[in-house]
């Protein structure tokens, strides 16, 4: 009997390995022999093969795990599930065969009550994370439990994707996420009490790139976390400089993403990209004013500096135009005389003669 057992032990084993480094001969070996292998786990995480396989990538082991019935939504020891660990690991290719295969998108770990949108954000794997929000698109999760709500998902601690992506620098999931409707000034306090919200947190991480997306999304840099304080003095305390400057309520006020143009789905995607980089130009502009000539040193947020707004360029003049005209390119027609305008406004350095008051946003 203890040779039994130990010779199951040694093919659990011999399986993992294999699953792990892709030998797939070794792995459909092992299962002719003792097809009872495929529902065993490792013994302290309680990984099952489709969790290793899943982990590492091995897109052929893992599709013919799928095809022998495997439950894609099988659990480790954190009810963690093969989804959330091929999200974490950035295996693009396993999370969208898994997706494929019915996996549930909407499953939460016991380690941080996170979903495996929270692990693609956190780790940063922007493809990932696309496939994922993608799938709930189309899946029953945007029916039954609201796209916006799944993308503004909190986990135990009351944090979005949003909140995490910002903490831990990760621009372009902040870029998608902002763009599928997350909420910029969201908090992760519960029952009405105040807490972090995603510019708290890019503060606290020091990523200039994420603070000028969130700003230009509209978050509040006065809004404060459950200690009281503003973005601005979370960047000054964990010495981030530059950010504290952009941060700074005394300093200009940054543009913003007009509410009428931010979830326009008929709106031409290369307008809306020659947009997002007139935006981020006027502001990388007023950014350059606002640092100017100083070493992070800077005035209290209760002084206030009205030499800023004075110093705007003519660059900076020259996107705003072009901002205010976009509301006007809301036809197929305005789309393409929107874009000759702004085209001919960059390169000639004038403003659009169209953009009158009643144009304005």
Not at 84 to 113: Q, Y
Not at 193 to 213: D, V
């Amino acid at each position: 009997m203890g040779q039994g057992l130990s010779c199951v032990a040694s093919q659990e084993n011999e399986l993992f390995t294999a699953v792990q480094v892709g030998d797939f001969e070794t792995v459909e070996t092992l299962l002719e022999r003792e097809p009872n292998l495929l529902h065993h786990t490792t013994v302290y995480d309680r990984h099952s093969a489709l969790h290793i396989a899943a982990a590492n990538g091995q897109i052929e082991i893992l599709a013919m795990f799928l095809e022998k019935s495997m439950n894609p939504d099988v659990v480790n020891r954190h009810k963690q599930t093969p989804l959330m660990l091929a999200a974490m690991h950035g295996k693009i290719s396993s999370v969208k065969r898994l997706l494929e295969a019915g996996a549930n998108i909407l499953m939460f770990d016991s380690l941080h009550g996170r979903t495996c949108l929270h692990y693609a954000a956190y780790y940063g794997h922007s493809d990932c994370l696309q496939a994922i929000l993608t799938a709930a698109q189309s899946s029953l999760v945007a029916v039954s439990w609201g796209y916006a709500r799944f993308v503004n998902i909190r986990d135990g601690r009351g944090a979005t994707p949003l909140h995490l992506a910002a903490r831990r620098k990760q621009p372009e999931c902040v870029h998608i996420l902002l763009y599928n409707g997350a909420l910029v000034c969201a908090s992760t306090g519960r029952y009405g009490f105040p807490g972090s919200t995603p510019l708290h947190l890019a503060a606290r991480g020091g990523s200039l790139y994420c603070i000028r997306m969130l700003l230009a999304w509209g978050a509040d840099r006065l809004q404060r976390d459950a200690s009281g304080r503003i973005s601005f003095v979370v960047a000054l305390k964990h010495k981030h400089g530059a950010c504290a400057a952009l941060l700074n309520p005394s300093s200009a006020e940054p543009l913003v993403w007009p509410a009428t143009l931010k979830f326009i789905t008929e709106l031409n995607e290369e307008a809306k990209s020659l947009l997002e980089r007139a935006l981020m130009e006027a502001n990388r502009e007023r950014e350059k004013n606002i640092l100017k000539g100083t070493a992070y040193s800077l005035p209290s947020p209760s002084h206030s500096d009205s030499g800023l707004d004075d110093c705007v360029s003519e660059v900076f003049l020259k996107m705003l135009a072009i901002l205010k005209y976009a509301v006007y390119a809301l036809s197929s027609y305005a789309l393409l005389k929107f874009k000759t305008v702004a085209t001919r406004c960059v390169h000639n350095a004038q403003l659009p003669c169209a953009v009158t008051t009643s144009q304005t946003l």
